[in-house]
């Protein structure tokens, strides 16, 4: 059957799954090139909690009850009060620090809970991309953006708890590179 068949055909099965393509592919040399694994020193991270923890006792607002770092308190904190931006901003904190502390909270939890590590981007494209969260599944990677997704949640556009619950079915559902592979030789068939 032609790929053009394979794709137009009013004839498919219901049992049969979507072949799932990557986005980018990259050899190990490259990446390795490309990313370096970093480790944020842990006062950095304290002081980031501190943030955040300083906020909620400011502004005499109840933390969920959960560790300070986790999606509902960092929600909790830009979306109660004053918010957490024009706190910081009260502080004579610039924006990009304000973002890093959000971004040091969620990468914390993204590391804990699901096991994402951290990496720097040495050829990012924008700023805010320099920082990457990756989740790796025999070779197959999911990467978040601490900071870009720190931005969306500031202006509004989204929350952290929304990002966890997009990115959870994925890490259960991501598939190996052999799988892609095959997706990928069925098309020539």
Known sequence: MSFFKKIFSSNKKNDEKKPVFPKEIMTDEYFEKRYLKHTIEEEII???MKMVKGYFIDMHI???NVPIYYPENLDKAVNE???FHFYCQG???????IL????VNFSRYMNEQYGFELYQDT????PLRGMNLKF??????ITLY???????VLNGTSSFTELENKVKPHLENLPSVKNILDSLNSLKK
């Open 123 to 126: 050829e990012t494209e924008t």
């Open 62 to 64: 109840e933390p969920a």
């Open 81 to 83: 009060g004053l918010g």
């Open 46 to 48: 304290e002081g980031s």
């Open 91 to 97: 502080l004579k904190l610039e924006d990009k620090e």
């Open 146 to 152: 601490p900071l870009e997704y720190s931005l969306k």
């Open 136 to 141: 790796d599944k025999d070779g197959a990677l």
């Open 100 to 103: 890093f502390f959000l971004a």
